[in-house]
């Protein structure tokens, strides 16, 4: 069982993971580059087996679940870093804090093409990697140990992915992630000092300036932060007020795919396909209708070094600057 | 001249460099591995003229600053993400703040031999450069300008080190970094509740359970922590109460020379020379003798990348057990 503990000082939880567990001598040898044939990828359609059976699927009709068929598919983690089954257990360890790996950790795998890239799919397949996140978020919010859910995707070895299979991924925790905490606390703080959502005036700001906005639609902005903390970094921002992912309507889910996918051929394009991490920032899911936070996308190529005055400070060094970032990535296309 | 952001929802600042500015087209190629010859080296005895003048060195008695003759040398970083001249300037633009990067970017060049890893530096050596540090913080504190004083070292490119040739880092800043803040608030809380410290607290029950402890001696005890990010993170911490890295004394820095030697001897063996980042975590240099903090050392081996849920989240998923980590690393030598 993998077990949740907290750092005393700093309230920051980590997974001690006992599935993907691995021992001191698997950290000698540099890791080996996999390259795997679709005979052997797991996320192929005819390997179907070869993963825990399938959570949710778009498939063609008349097609049996866990066969091919599927445009895309849902399973749960086959190395999951915290499981659905057990208890809580919540308990002390003299001065520290620890409890049972409970969550979930499911695998969307994005398109049966084991050679495409995301960012390539056609728009209509590309809308269904959407819905797929807003099910399966809508589904686990009836999970009442669970307090938040977490979509992201992995692109590239450097960026974390062990597969190269296109796959975005979905952790579920059992109790709400420090810096998701952190965000909704400096939200609050702004509203209560001037009754507007912070994320709100970022969008009336960067509408305005434009020095910062790569591109819009009628329902999101996508812009380089003004602090970003890496090169390229950029956010993609609901225009109006919406608190939850899970709240999108259609046509906000379909913009959202439409306008994700122009970010995502963008970097492709201006920096050779670089490795690179997107996150949902959602609120958790026990909440509805905040009016202080706003959901938002942050997409985060993967091009410097976390150093040691990044871990011991907080502080980010960029060395370029997201005016530039944006002009670039506004022109690529 | 860099300029400091403060990302405004989760007041985190950020470095936009312009000392080391990059343009979105030196992303596009994966950065060649540099292999620098003790001729070319601007960290080499005989090259003093191509690294900004010294700020303080170990030196034979009679030679010159500047010259060779050195055993440790301490120099302005030639790419500097903060500039010690100038104003700070805090202003806002909208809803953003920023000022100026004002601070001080140093660099300790630890050794003159190209070829030598601290962690085998003869031991006397090896003081110098706990020396050094302390020295630094000494005079910067005098700054008016700064907050806080960060002295780090970056071993390995994976680690963000630019150059092999051995060397730390020191940043100073104008403002008290999100992380050391956290810290602090982390520490202050426990005390409020319990009238402890809690990095005594932490002493008392590693010493006690002793299966997260490595190695000790008189003044300091190294651990791997109850709830670490990363596979083999070690943390070095004083048995008796100080807040200030700059207020130990001569037989502490010593103490701290001969443990932090041991730890990096003891990672190099287990783990087969890895990359890794040591940070210093001290108080901010304004503050003075704190009841509720505790000076400790960090160590982090870089074996993992940073994904999208780390990122998201602010958990980290750590794949070996501290009581692993450090039964290895104990048995090791």
Redesign the interface.
Known sequence: MP?L?????????????TE?????KD???APEKKVVSPKSCPFCPGNEAATPPEIFAYRTEGTEPNTPGWTLRVISNKFP?LLIEGDINRHG????DRMNGIGAHEVIIETPDHEADLADLELSHFKNVIYAYQQRIKDLKNDPRLR?V?I???FG?????SLEHSHS?L?A?PVV????T??MD??RR?FEYRDRC??C??VV?ETK?RKRLISENNSYILIC?????F??ETWILPRSHMSNFEEATEQQLDDLASILKDCLMRIKK???I?PY?????TTPITLKGIEFYHFHL?I??V?T?????E????????????E??AS?LKNIL
């Open positions: 077990e503990r907290k750092d005393p000082v700093l309230g920051r939880w980590v997974i001690i993971s993907r567990a691995k021992r001191p950290f000698k040898a870093a360890e003299g001065i520290y938040y977490m992201f995707k992995n070895a450097a960026a974390g992915a991924q952790i925790t992630p420090k810096r998701v952190e965000e400096g939200a702004y912070i994320f005036d970022i700001q300036d932060p003004f602090a970003p903390r090169p390229f201006a920096l050779n670089p991490n997107y996150i949902i920032h942050e985060i190529p091009l070094h976390i150093a040691g005055f871990w011991g400070t907080g502080f980010y060094i960029n060395p370029t600057g997201p530039e970032s670039y």
